[in-house]
């Protein structure tokens, strides 16, 4: 289906796209520039950053960290979500509308709030797990598995109840009809989940600020306090490589999955 | 004990009763449909006896077996949905094999069992399409060969044919019957619309509101119609009011303004002297005269319109204050009538159904 868009729609669009995306542009210019300082516009291009960042102990451990991190994020995130989204799909009861925005209320809160009132609860419950990567990995999961809800509860959204059904029919078992039938079905809003989970997970900042141990610190919490005490462009580089990551999720994702089919069968 | 046994079943959902005390007895290899509107509990039954949804109260035999607390999967029951419920990711030879290869068959036999389903069906050289590069038919095909495979003690078909268009519907009904007779499966047809269920049952339940209102063959059930609703909700019907004049056992007569006519009861249905009532007479009951000097006919009307369908033209006739539809086969020795003539009708004692 092709339609034309009005032009000043288009150039608004362009406008908008150019404002997301500039501070993309200046982190990345940023961090290739040959000067001491981050400033932008960079003093001539080189890679001295780059190659200072991939030297640093301190910078490439954060990545390394932010990134089992996010992979742990990811497992549990992908399960309690594809679980809750079940849930909330399949059952019928008062206060079912409730419960689904209770789930997703960690993507609603500020983040501060939700950080700091977890770094409260941990300390005051003595559970000994404040300031340590179990802490900070509870977290994430909170602050993740909204997202799994959505893009599973999208694709449950258009699934036929009586697939299911029918398998049941035909001899199946509670478990065999969901992996047979069911799950290939919302496999793909099962994988977009997980991705959209692992990104989150790998850019959250304001609750790992409150529950990152000072020796394990994700790699926004260590470019932040980097950044506090000099202004050098490795924070930057650190920068590219971090987009670099997510962008290559993002391209992962709309190879296995149809985002924007996903998004559609949201809206039909 | 019947084949399929339904007792005192009721179900439930909140407040609302979507079932009330259902009795039904179903026989081996027999063809029942159940009949209504919608919301009248027809497909809630049909998912009770599939294990979809469990009952309030009341038992379901199936073969001698209480199947009330099975789940569907211990049922031995094949059932087609309105939109056959194909699995999109597998093909169609994969969705036939699904209840094989859950009951363990071996590979050999499974392959030759989907060819032998999908020859009879007439599916052959369909096993590698997917649900999405098939017709509304040819899924309608794909969904009953899937349940025929694992050979099941009942068939359960859920307005199958309501999802294809009218050429398709009509060509459909007398295959499916066709495998029906063939197979010689019991089967329970649910479905809205009463030429379906006229047309391939053996007896149909007319539900209304979660109960069955009558139970009889097509014949009973259209000629002999046990309450008004019945009589309006299958086939076309003029319903006549007049007052009973006489009641002699089972044959009544009528008196609509100053004419009086014989009708018949029904059913368990009584009247009594001086009661109002409705008088059934199916439209293509009803015989037309050009009204004559000689003749005393009992009843006479005013042609208000006349309708061509080329095999039939219809009339409207006026009686005093009522229409009554009239279809007349459209042969030469049959009169044709122009509006506003005078006419004399009449029908058959039995073709007169007295409803109070």
Redesign the interface.
């Known amino acids: 289906m092709e339609r034309k868009i009005p032009l000043p729609m288009l150039v608004l669009a362009i406008l908008g796209f150019c404002y997301l995306l500039f501070p993309i542009l200046v982190v990345v210019l940023a961090g290739l520039t040959t000067g001491e300082f981050l400033t932008f516009p960079p003093k001539g291009l080189s890679l001295r950053w780059v190659i200072s960042f991939l030297n640093s102990e301190k910078y490439l451990s954060a990545f390394f960290f932010s990134f089992k991190l996010a992979l742990m994020t990811m497992v549990v995130s992908t399960i309690l979500g594809t679980a809750a989204a079940l849930f909330l799909a399949r059952s019928r009861f008062v206060g079912r509308a409730a419960l689904r925005a209770f789930f997703l209320s960690p993507v609603v809160l500020p983040g501060v709030v939700v950080g700091f009132a977890l770094y409260a609860f941990f300390i005051a419950s003595g559970m000994g797990i404040s300031r340590t990567i179990w802490g900070l990995w509870i977290g994430h999961i909170l602050y993740s598995t909204p997202y799994v809800i959505g893009t599973v509860g999208a694709s449950l959204a258009t699934f036929?109840v009586?697939?299911e059904?029918?398998?049941?029919?035909?001899?199946?078992?509670?478990m065999?009809a969901f992996r047979?039938?069911t799950f290939?079905?919302i496999a793909q809003g099962i994988q977009a989940g997980s991705i959209f989970a692992f990104i989150v997970s790998f850019g959250q900042f304001e609750v790992s600020l409150f529950l990152s141990a000072p020796n394990s610190e994700p790699l926004p919490i260590a470019m932040y306090n980097s950044l506090r005490y000099k202004f050098e462009p490795d924070a930057a580089a650190a920068g590219i490589f971090a987009i670099t990551l997510v962008i290559a999720s993002v391209l992962l994702t709309n190879r296995l999955v149809n985002i924007r089919r996903l998004l559609e069968r949201q809206d039909g | 004990m019947s084949y399929v046994e339904f007792s005192t079943i009721s179900k439930h959902f909140g407040n609302s009763v979507a079932v009330a005390d259902l009795d039904l007895q179903i026989e081996q290899g027999e063809f029942f449909s159940l009949l209504g509107p919608s919301g009248c509990g027809k497909s809630t039954t049909l998912r009770m006896l599939a294990g979809f949804v469990k009952p309030t109260t009341g038992t379901i035999h199936v073969n001698g077996r209480d199947v009330t607390a099975l789940p569907p999967e211990a049922r031995d029951i094949g059932i087609v949905f309105q939109n056959y419920a194909i699995f999109p990711h597998m093909t169609v030879f994969d969705n036939i094999a699904f209840g094989l290869v859950e009951r363990k068959l071996p590979r050999g036999e499974i392959k030759q069992k989907v060819d032998a389903a999908l020859a009879e069906v007439g599916m052959t050289g369909f096993e590698g399409r997917y649900e999405r590069e098939l017709s509304g038919g040819q899924k309608q095909r794909v969904a009953l060969a899937r349940v025929l495979v694992i050979e099941p003690e009942i068939l359960l078909l859920d307005e199958p044919l309501s999802a294809l268009d009218k050429k398709m519907r009509e060509e459909m009904k007398f295959w499916i019957k066709n495998i029906q007779r063939s197979v010689g499966i019991t089967t329970i047809y649910v479905t809205h619309d009463q030429s379906e269920a006229l047309t391939m049952s053996d007896r149909i339940a007319v539900m209304d509101q979660g109960r069955v209102l009558q139970i009889g063959t097509p014949v009973e059930i259209y000629e002999q119609p046990a309450s008004r609703f019945i009589a309006e909700f299958i086939g076309e019907s003029n319903l006549l009011n007049g007052i009973v004049s006489a009641v002699d056992g089972a044959v009544c007569s009528i008196r609509i303004g100053n004419a009086t006519v014989t009708g018949r009861l029904t059913q368990n249905n009584s009247v009594s002297q001086d009661q109002d009532v409705a008088l059934l007479v199916r439209p293509e009951m009803i015989r037309l005269h050009a009204l004559d000097a000689d003749e005393q006919p009992k009843l006479t009307g005013t042609v208000s319109e006349t309708i061509y369908q080329g095999s039939v033209v219809r009339y409207r006739i006026q009686i005093a204050d009522q229409d009554l539809m009239v279809e007349i086969a459209n042969r030469p020795d049959l009169p044709r009538l122009d509006m506003t003539d005078e006419v004399a009708v009449f029908w058959d004692a039995e073709s007169g159904v007295v409803m109070p």
């Not at chain 1, 059904?165 to 509670?174: D, I, K, N, T």
């Open positions: 036929d009586s697939l059904e029918a398998a049941r029919s035909l001899g199946a078992s509670p065999r047979k039938i290939p079905n």
